[in-house]
């Protein structure tokens, strides 16, 4: 009798287990679906990222800054600092995803442009109603059809911040963002009761008009692993390795064969795993590639393998721990770094 209901126990908790599974798996992916609904939605981009912003503040950030609870703090009062200002929580949104374009101006120099697309329970209209209360009225209106498009200057903001509250934050750091981005205009819409998409003027345009979506290419390479709090998925510009400090041709070389790169960040139970994947033109560039990288890890082995520091220690078993194989033109990173490890690297930054 007593083994009976012992096995009666277990069949319990094991059909518990699998219908719990079950259902975080339909929400994970239905979390997955509304993520990539939103890049749907984006205009023809270089590179895409979505971002399931309620795990990310619930979950993926609490665990990455457990260590560091001051600069936890630091994020924190940021984030209602700014609530304070705008009315606007950036925690109230659901999902997000972004697009950037990449405009080469002279040699090793790229002008990126981004467009954010917000989904969350706050209302859209209430949004657009609280940038303009921090804009002070300083704010102008472009029609697109039936949509209005609100440009506020970024430089007006920041200083209008300063003002309220000159204390706080590090004004040389304002003064730089303020005089970088004066010259552009921040465009803001709403998409629906909802959605909110904000960022370069002419992206927020294409966004609402006539335009041109993102490649498929780029849309099916975000559902690798749609269910992770990151994806993202973008084109690697014609001559990558000038923009890294190389002294090896053949680094440099295996470098400018990538043509795109995807992958995701995730945070599981007592560690953090990422995944990235280099796609190549062709099959041989990818071997090629896959023998730089793991003869460079080698070398990191041999350099960090005695390292008496905590963080190098970390390094050394980051460098141990990441895993790299390749399938036809495509060479994989697989890391997975553990609690402890993020808690020592995070805990020493101020």
Not at 59 to 83: F, R, S, Y
Not at 161 to 178: E, R
Request: hydrophobic share 45%; with cysteine.
């Amino acid at each position: 009798m007593k083994i009976r209901i012992l096995a009666l126990s277990c069949l319990c908790v094991l059909v518990l287990n699998m219908a719990g599974s079950a259902v975080a798996d339909v929400k994970s992916k239905k979390a997955a679906s509304q993520a990539n609904q939103l890049a749907q939605l984006l205009p023809a981009s270089d590179g895409v990222v979505t971002l399931d912003v309620k795990r990310f503040f619930s979950v993926a950030m609490p665990k990455l800054l457990a260590a560091n609870q001051p600069m936890m703090q630091k994020v924190t009062n940021g984030i209602d600092e700014m609530k304070a200002k705008t009315g606007i929580d950036i925690r109230d949104f659901d999902y997000l995803a972004a697009g950037v374009t990449a405009k080469q101006t002279a040699t090793k120099k790229y002008d990126v442009d981004p467009v954010i697309i917000a989904r969350g329970q706050l209302s859209s209209s209430a949004l657009i109603g609280a940038a303009k209360l921090a804009a002070n009225g300083k704010y102008r209106e472009e029609k697109v059809g039936d949509k209005t498009i609100y440009l506020f200057s970024p430089k007006e903001i920041v200083d209008k911040a300063k003002q309220q509250a000159p204390a706080v934050g590090n004004s040389d750091a304002a003064k730089s963002v303020a005089d970088k981005l004066s010259s552009k205009e921040i465009a803001v819409t709403t998409l629906d009761a909802n959605t909110i998409a904000f960022g370069d003027i002419a992206l927020v345009r294409q966004t609402i008009g006539n335009r041109t979506p993102v490649s498929n290419e780029l849309l099916s390479l975000l559902a690798k692993k749609e269910t992770s709090v990151v994806n993202f998925a973008g084109k690697v510009p014609n001559g990558m390795s000038a923009f890294l400090p190389l002294e090896n041709d053949e680094l440099g070389k295996n470098i400018d064969s990538i043509r795109l790169v995807y992958g995701s960040m995730d945070m599981v139970a007592d560690a953090m795993t990422v995944n990235m994947t280099a796609r190549t033109l062709q099959n041989a560039q990818a071997t090629s590639l896959l023998e730089t990288l793991e003869g460079l890890q080698m070398l990191g082995k041999a350099f960090l393998g005695g390292a008496k520091g905590a963080d190098k220690q970390v390094y050394a078993r980051m460098i141990e721990n990441a895993k790299f194989s390749a399938k036809a033109n495509e060479v994989m990173l697989d890391l997975q770094v553990a609690q402890s490890d993020i808690d020592i690297l995070v805990g020493s930054l101020k």
